[in-house]
């Protein structure tokens, strides 16, 4: 039998494409195979994925048109063989013990999802600081306790990062979960919503083995984000229909918990993605999104006046909230994101 499936996607990573499989070659977890899904990469990646399936029978390669990371993911779930499935970013590395203790929990427990907890790290590998699951630790998580934690969901970062989890193969695949190609940003935590309202157990332990590296050119950090607008209106609205149809008492913390990460933190990134990048029309552009159905909504499920700091930006959030857009746009401009 084979214990776990890594799914990796792989676009332009040459520099650290080694170090991550090498991390994943050295797995102290006995059986189980490496899945490398090329997506059409330009650079070196496709040769050295087929370097590495050549010399270990535990990998196997798929080349495939250039078409992002969930849809190199959803090729990864349709060739995994594994009795669970992990997602690991190829400029990300594990720990030796990675796998290992993910599958221990998902055994004891019998879970279709185990988290575990995340060491951020910088370019070149260098551990800044952990982050623990912010789950119930070492124990069993019913589908009634995740409603309940989900609402906390936006706040504590509950539904992000794929990588961080091992998620039994079956329960994908019979519940069709699978990755949102058309969201080209922020599709795992859409996903792992689904994963984790859709699973009878889930559990989570205490440790912190999957290294995550910080990179300057990563597709988070590319400077202008295109869409970016549409984007996130899509991925909010996919999560409320998400939690609506899979909790059966739905909460109203839960709204509140994601309108106030919706206004403080979604909306100064999108805001921060025109203000600060030579784009056209700024106030065009930021009517778009100050009209957004997601900050209509969260103006209505969040009172800002439970936001402590008054500051501009929660003067800038009333000039939205009560549609004095222009005031917005030039607070926006020649204060809050000034170049």
Request: with cysteine; net charge negative.
């Amino acid at each position: 039998m084979i214990k776990a499936s890594f799914i990796v996607p792989v676009y332009k990573v040459e520099k650290y494409l080694r170090e991550c499989v090498d991390s994943i070659l050295a797995q102290t977890l006995e059986s189980f195979e490496l899945l490398l899904v090329d997506d059409g990469s330009p650079d070196n990646c496709p040769e050295i994925c087929d370097e590495y399936a050549e010399k270990d029978s535990r990998v196997r390669v798929f080349h495939k048109e250039n078409g992002g990371v969930s849809s190199a993911r959803n090729v990864g779930i349709a060739g995994a063989r594994g009795k669970y499935i992990c997602f690991i970013d190829s400029d990300d590395f594990i720990s030796g013990d990675f796998a290992q203790g993910l599958f221990n929990a998902a055994e004891k427990y019998g879970a279709d999802i185990v988290q575990g907890g995340i060491s951020y790290c910088s370019e070149d590998g260098e551990t800044k600081y952990e982050e623990k699951s912010r789950l119930p630790l070492d124990t069993v998580i019913s589908h009634s306790q995740v409603c309940a934690l989900f609402d906390e969901m936006s706040s504590k970062c509950l539904a992000l990062y794929c990588w961080r989890n091992m998620f039994r193969r079956d329960f994908l695949i019979n519940n069709s979960i699978k990755f949102d190609e058309s969201l080209k940003i922020g599709e795992d935590s859409v996903f792992n919503e689904q994963a984790l309202l859709l699973a009878s157990i889930v559990t989570a332990i205490d440790s912190c083995n999957y290294y995550y590296r910080s990179r300057e050119d990563s597709a988070m950090n590319i400077k202008y984000k295109k869409d970016y607008d549409r984007i996130l209106n899509l991925q909010w609205k996919r999560k409320i229909e998400l939690y609506e149809k899979y909790c059966e008492s739905p909460s109203e913390r839960f709204y509140e918990d994601i309108a106030k990460y919706c206004i403080e933190a979604l909306l100064p990134s999108l805001l921060k993605n025109i203000y600060n990048n030579p784009v056209k029309a700024k106030y065009r552009q930021a009517k778009k999104v100050f009209a957004l159905e997601m900050f209509k909504r969260s103006f209505e499920d969040f009172d800002i006046n439970k936001i402590r700091s008054k500051s501009l930006d929660w003067l800038m959030f009333l000039m939205i909230k009560n549609g004095h857009w222009l005031f917005a746009h030039l607070l926006c401009k020649y204060v809050l994101f000034r170049n």
